[in-house]
């Protein structure tokens, strides 16, 4: 018989896993409460949260939002980080942490539909982020552009260097 408290349990992780796009669980365990304390924060500053769950309690919750798949890799002691906004930005802080810390495992990520393994969400905190990548299409389609100004105005240019360079010549 489930108690009251497991039943809000589910409901809270529930509302948590709604309408996210990225997920990502972690093994957790040799962490200290300060480096746990300190993944949060990080985590938060990419605008992402960071709960232990219990896999039980975690499978009934994800029966119902959709990320089912996540369910074969709730084993063991589970983290689950869960954001609305940019997978990079989540997958780069987790793999930055998890180069400092050595006990931090990825277990599996669930990003806009896809199940991850480990290796996919390494290889996603590789990718530049959203800014990065606007960035890089501006700069492509600037560089041609700019060189197209560049090519139209040059027989303007080269008219008004030479007529300067005959005018310099009559003084």
Do not use: C
Not at 32 to 59: D, G, P
Not at 80 to 88: A, Q
Not at 123 to 149: D, F, K, M, N, S
Request: net charge positive; aromatic share 2%; no cysteine.
């Amino acid at each position: 018989m489930p108690t009251r408290a497991k039943i809000e349990a589910v409901q809270d992780l529930r509302r948590r896993l709604e309408g996210v796009n990225t997920v990502v669980l972690t093994d957790f365990r040799g962490l200290t409460v300060q480096e746990l304390s300190e993944l949060r924060r990080q985590l938060r500053a990419v605008a992402a949260q960071y709960k232990v769950v219990k896999n039980r309690l975690a499978k009934r919750a994800l029966e119902a939002t959709g990320l089912e798949p996540l369910r074969d890799h709730l084993r063991g002691p589970t983290g689950l980080v869960v954001s609305r906004n940019d997978p990079v930005a989540v997958a780069r802080t987790l793999a930055t942490f998890a180069r400092a810390h050595q006990a931090l495992q990825i277990k599996a990520g669930y990003v806009e539909g896809q199940v991850l393994e480990p290796n996919g969400v390494r290889a996603l905190a590789e990718l530049p982020t959203r800014e990065g990548l606007r960035a890089q299409l501006v700069g492509a389609i600037q560089g041609p552009l700019a060189q197209l100004v560049g090519l139209l105005t040059a027989p303007h240019r080269d008219l008004i260097a030479a007529l300067e360079q005959r005018g310099r010549g009559a003084e």
